[in-house]
């Protein structure tokens, strides 16, 4: 049973470039949630994907944006880099909405800006 | 809105010693709640979860945690710890309403469990 695969495992940009991560949910799951962990805090909720669409969006400005494809699977999309966007990027899948806190994470990609 | 608030930044305990990493929330609604562990260079593991029952719940590893509403705590405990427990540990909350999940969880800021041997 494969889990949540996430891509690439790690990432160096530069200032004001556009990156994009992409993650696979676990085997039947069809929802997707985006977090940002900086440093030696903990994960912020940037926005969930179910159906295609976003369903729900924290307090993350719109440089940040995600796609859910049919097969389930996101991408998440930040232009415009700045230094303060370094940090360790985590999906979560989960099912369905009355489930959907039941959340499966992958082992995040670590993006640095320089 | 919620937010949770983790006690301790870092907690060192002798190895076989009982441990309790100590969690608070504040929410005007009902939420369920978690913790999760974080091995070095990994991403989130579920150590366990409340929705609703019995507010003593049983995690894996020998992990166990108490609801507490009154005193709006979650409190993670383990009556011996091994140093394979040596890991960041996150408490967190969504809320019930919205087919819960939907908001996303809100984490603490995580407390670093130290194992001495």
């Known amino acids: 049973d494969a889990g949540v695969t996430q891509s690439p495992t790690h990432l160096i940009k530069t200032r004001g470039q556009q990156v994009t991560l992409r993650c696979s949910p676990k085997?039947?799951?069809?929802?997707v949630s985006w977090y940002q962990q900086a440093l030696g805090q903990g994960p912020q909720f940037i926005f969930q994907?179910?159906?295609?669409?976003?369903?729900q969006r924290g307090n993350f400005p719109d440089r940040f944006s995600g796609h859910q494809f049919p097969n389930y699977s996101s991408e998440l999309n930040v232009n415009a880099l700045l230094l303060g966007d370094s940090a360790l990027y985590l999906c979560a899948s989960s099912l369905g909405t009355e489930t959907s806190y039941e959340q499966y994470f992958g082992p995040g990609t670590r993006l640095t800006v320089t | 809105a919620q937010s949770v608030t983790q006690l301790d930044s870092q907690v060192p305990v002798f190895e076989e010693a009982p441990v309790e990493l100590r969690c608070n929330y504040s929410?005007?609604?009902?939420?369920?709640l978690f913790w999760y562990v974080q091995y070095p260079n990994q991403g989130l593991q579920l150590l366990l979860k409340?929705?609703?029952?019995?507010?003593l719940v049983k995690g894996i590893n020998g992990f166990e945690a108490e609801f507490n509403k009154s005193q709006t705590s979650f409190h993670l405990r383990k009556p011996s710890v091994h140093i394979s427990d040596t890991a960041e540990y996150f408490c967190?909350?969504?809320?019930?309403f919205g087919g819960g999940g939907a908001d996303g969880l809100t984490f603490g800021k995580g407390t670093h469990l130290i194992i001495q041997p």
């Open positions: 967190a909350v969504t809320p019930l």
């Open positions: 994907y179910y159906e295609e669409e976003e369903r």
């Open positions: 409340y929705l609703s029952g019995s507010t």
């Open positions: 929410s005007s609604v009902s939420v369920y």
């Open positions: 085997s039947g799951h069809d929802t």
